[in-house]
């Protein structure tokens, strides 16, 4: 009700809108089953939050894992709960790679919970970040220097772009990030993984014909101070293609 009342008085004196709670914790995953695709979900201090829904790897959410612990990091949507849960939109989710064994709930599909329609393709915000066709910023999972489907993609668009403009070089800078959690609690990612993303981008320019002294690597070791709401964008690899 005192949430309620402060967003009404907002409105009628203009002020700024209340700005959505932003959560960030490390928990293992719930596999929620329905009668159509399974939901993803994670309980926190008592609520449970719906993360996403099991699809495809040209989504935008990628699942966690069982038997893995998972860090969650997302903001509080207004609405319904979806999936029998409280929605994070948008939201984060990185796998730990330490195996967890309890981490293996599955919970059966009941009547009048149904995980919600996919929704409408869109850019995926969550992996990659687009300046323009000579300039994208691919984000990682905590700890990890996987690459999605989508920053793949985006990578060979920039080679498209390099070898189309006859640039001289694709400078790639790749940063090691943090993790605030809402406890307090300060997530630091391995000193080594800046280079790890840092190689596997090099790598993927080179095999794919760029000229290996045209690729100019550039790592940024220092960590930025977490701040528990944009955490997600510090884990990081930028590529810009050099006239």
Known sequence: MK????????????????????????TC????????VPCWLAEYKGETYYLGNQGGVAQDFYPPQLNHQVLVEGTIADGPRVCGAVPLRPVKTSVLLEIDRSCNT???????IEAPQAPPSRNA???????????????????????????TNAIQSVIQYFQQSRASAIAVTAFRGSSKLSTGTVMVEQPGIAS?????????????G??????????????????GIDDPWSRKVTLSVKR
Do not use: C
């Open 210 to 227: 760029v000229p290996e002294a045209a690729v100019k690597v550039q790592l940024v070791t220092e960590v930025r101070e977490p701040d």
């Open 125 to 151: 915000a969550s992996w990659v970040r687009s300046d323009g066709p000579g300039n994208s910023t691919l984000y990682f999972d905590f700890d990890n220097d996987f690459l999605s489907f989508h920053t």
């Open 29 to 36: 995953p719930i596999v929620r089953d329905t009668k159509t």
């Open 106 to 112: 599955i919970l059966p599909a009941e009547d009048g």
């Open 196 to 208: 790890a993303r840092a190689t596997k981008v090099h790598d993927i320019l080179v095999g794919l």
């Open 3 to 26: 949430r309620e009342l402060v967003m009404l008085l907002a409105a009628v004196l203009g002020g700024a809108p209340i700005k959505a709670e932003n959560l960030s914790f490390v």
